[in-house]
Every structure is written in structure tokens, then in C-alpha cells.
């Protein structure tokens, strides 16, 4: 199984929308609505924020939103704020046995 | 409040062994699945295993199958990470994270380094 595909980078001023896409195959993103999210701060632990595609955890704003279509998953930041800077990783189950990331994207607030 | 507190991570000699250690306290550690995450230095993150709540299923990356062994206590809330045989290529942070793949992992532990260099 091969890593979702990210952009390496992402960027947007405050209070502007930026919009980070994963992309994956029939057989994993395209295949299951398990998809997540996790922003990452350096230095800290990952955090999950949307998971199953569309949900959000308690205590995740709800500037933050996802979506699928077909085999690409989006991961939607609107009002962006500076404290969003940051990594964003997205995941897919792919079957009982396997667990896939994407290889990150760096959001910047400008 | 749920905490994972992640240990045993240091140096070690490539071909060496060292098992990790997670801790968890703040909620009913036997009732949930539990993974090992890593982070090699500036990259991406990486699923390594996953262990059902009662262990009797247990997964793993390719990359690891064969050289690492997850397991848990109940009993003592803690989850491990057994790895021998360690290549340059598991220098990593090693993170414990709480959760099913299909509905996202909710709890990260701090992360342990681990470091395979001669």
C-alpha cells in the first residue's frame, strides 16, 4: 500500500479559506468514508480533527470541515487564523489490516 | 483526563532491541484499540501496528512485520512496543495513540525517541 498523496504546502491570509486535498485509490479513499484528519504543531503530538470524512471531535471548531469525492478526500480550513499554522496529515483505512497517512501539508498563515 | 505517557525510547545499535512502553490513565483502557504511530526525523507520520482491546487482533505495517511485536496488559494499563532487529530506517519518534483506523486515532501520547545509529 502506497502513502496517501498531499500537496507539501498550503497557504492563506486570515480569515481567508484554504482548502488541503488527499488523495488516494479505490481501494482505500475512494473505497471507505474512513477518513481523517490530524493537525500537528512542531514539537507536539498529533491531534485529531475530522474523522469518518465529515465529523468533528468535541472541541474542534467548526471553521474546520471535510469532504470526499471519489478517490480524493479535502480538508477545508475557513476563517483561517493564525494558530491554524501548522501539518496537516490525512488518513484512510485500507482494509482490516493496513493503516495509510498522507505525507503532510505545511499550512502558513500569511 | 486521558493521558498516554510513552517510555523506554534511547540509543540503540542497529541489529539491537528496545521495547517501548505506553502508559494510560483517564479512561477504561480495556476497552479500546490501541496503535503505534512513528515520525522519522522532518517526516511524515507512519501507521506501525495495532492491537485490538481484548488482542486478539494485531496488525502491522510491512516495513515492521517480522522484527516488532505490539501487546498490552490490562491489567497495568500499558501497551508496548517490542522492536529487534532495528535499522537506521526506524529512527523515529514513537507515539501511542488511542483509537480505530476506520474512525480516527482521538489520543496521542507525547512521543519517545528512539535512535538506531552505530
Known amino acids: 500500500q502506497s502513502a496517501l498523496t498531499q500537496p507539501p504546502s498550503a497557504s492563506g491570509s486570515p480569515g481567508q479559506s484554504v482548502t488541503i486535498s488527499c488523495t488516494g485509490t479505490?481501494?482505500?479513499?475512494?473505497?471507505?468514508?474512513?477518513v481523517s484528519w490530524y493537525q500537528q504543531h512542531p514539537g507536539k503530538a498529533p491531534k485529531l480533527m475530522i474523522y469518518?470524512?465529515?465529523k468533528r471531535p468535541s472541541g474542534v471548531p467548526d471553521r474546520f470541515s471535510g469532504s470526499k469525492s471519489g478517490n480524493t478526500a479535502s480538508l477545508t480550513v475557513s476563517g483561517l487564523q493564525a494558530e491554524d499554522e501548522a501539518d496537516y496529515y490525512c488518513?484512510?483505512?485500507?482494509?482490516?489490516?493496513?493503516?495509510?497517512f498522507g505525507g503532510g501539508t505545511k499550512l502558513t498563515v500569511l | 483526563e486521558v493521558q498516554l505517557v510513552g517510555s523506554g525510547g534511547g540509543l540503540v545499535q542497529p541489529g539491537g532491541s528496545l521495547r517501548l512502553s505506553c502508559a494510560a490513565s483517564?479512561?477504561?483502557?480495556?476497552?479500546?484499540?490501541m496503535n503505534w504511530v512513528r515520525q522519522a526525523p522532518g517526516k511524515g507520520l507512519e501507521w506501525v501496528s495495532y492491537?485490538?482491546?481484548?488482542?486478539?487482533?494485531?496488525y502491522y505495517a510491512d516495513s515492521v512485520k517480522g522484527r516488532f511485536s505490539i501487546s498490552r496488559d490490562n491489567a497495568k494499563n500499558s501497551l508496548y512496543l517490542q522492536m529487534n532487529s532495528l535499522r537506521d530506517v526506524d529512527t523515529a519518534v514513537y507515539y501511542c495513540?488511542?483509537?480505530?483506523?476506520?474512525?480516527?486515532?482521538?489520543?496521542w501520547g507525547q512521543g519517545t525517541l528512539v535512535t538506531v545509529s552505530s
Open positions: 488518513s484512510s483505512y485500507a482494509g482490516s489490516t493496513v493503516g495509510l
Open positions: 495513540a488511542r483509537g480505530l483506523l476506520m474512525s480516527g486515532l482521538d489520543f
Open positions: 479505490s481501494s482505500d479513499v475512494g473505497r471507505y468514508n474512513y
Open positions: 469518518e470524512v465529515i
Open positions: 492491537i485490538g482491546d481484548t488482542a486478539s487482533r494485531i
Open positions: 483517564g479512561f477504561t483502557f480495556s476497552t479500546y484499540s
